[in-house]
């Protein structure tokens, strides 16, 4: 059997519906966007931070080609001699082709095309997020590193990352003068990472405290036995 007669056995219609992943946008210059982390500007912020709903899915491989050829394109037309994701113009227009593309109304009906959030095709989808006063460069950053961790989760190689692959990529990282190592991982990686060193940080903070306190106890002891 080929690729469409074996999917259609396991009862998924080929080109039919996207898993969609969904998160929640913070929005800029609205209230709730001052400082929530202090409570004393509680009063200043107006309450909550504002948030919309935004749905994400994973990219075809022709979609992911097309993002990539769209970003080049108009870097070299802005100027960029040898666009790569080093360069801010291409990482910029990178970001914008890949949210008008991956970004979808979380509302979609089950079973049918996602609809598109933030216009009606690539062009007017990108003028949207270029000119909306309640969006900014890390709104588009924001929702461009939520794709490309919801598509490696989907991918079929997660879950394959090794402790002994986590330990080499934090030994790389911890032996580097810049974040090179880091950002060459991809993003699901890099979370693990993260996740991994932050349970090796609280397995030792929880076995110095318990050393502490044994020490203090003996301590205690000593002088007791001595008195």
Known sequence: MNFEEQV????????????????ELPLANSPGRL?????????ARGGARQTVRVG???LTPGESEEVSAAAHREAVERGVSDPDDRNPIYSQRYNLHLCARACVDPDSPPGTTPRPFFGANVDAAIEKMRTSTLLTRDSIIFLAEH????????????GTISDEK?????????????????????????????????????????????????????SSSGEVGES
């Open 8 to 23: 259609l056995r396991l009862g998924t219609v080929v080109g039919g519906t996207d898993i969609i992943r969904e998160v």
């Open 147 to 158: 794709q490309e961790l919801w598509q490696d989760q989907v991918s079929p190689s997660v």
């Open 56 to 58: 994400i899915r994973a």
């Open 35 to 43: 400082q929530p982390d202090q409570p004393e500007l509680e009063a």
């Open 166 to 218: 986590l330990y080499q990529s934090m030994g790389e990282v911890a032996a580097s003068k810049d974040a090179s190592p880091f950002f060459d991982l991809r993003p699901y990686t890099r979370f693990k990472l993260t996740q991994f060193s932050a349970s090796l940080c609280l397995r030792l903070l929880a076995r110095s405290s318990f050393s502490d306190s044994d020490s203090v106890e003996s």
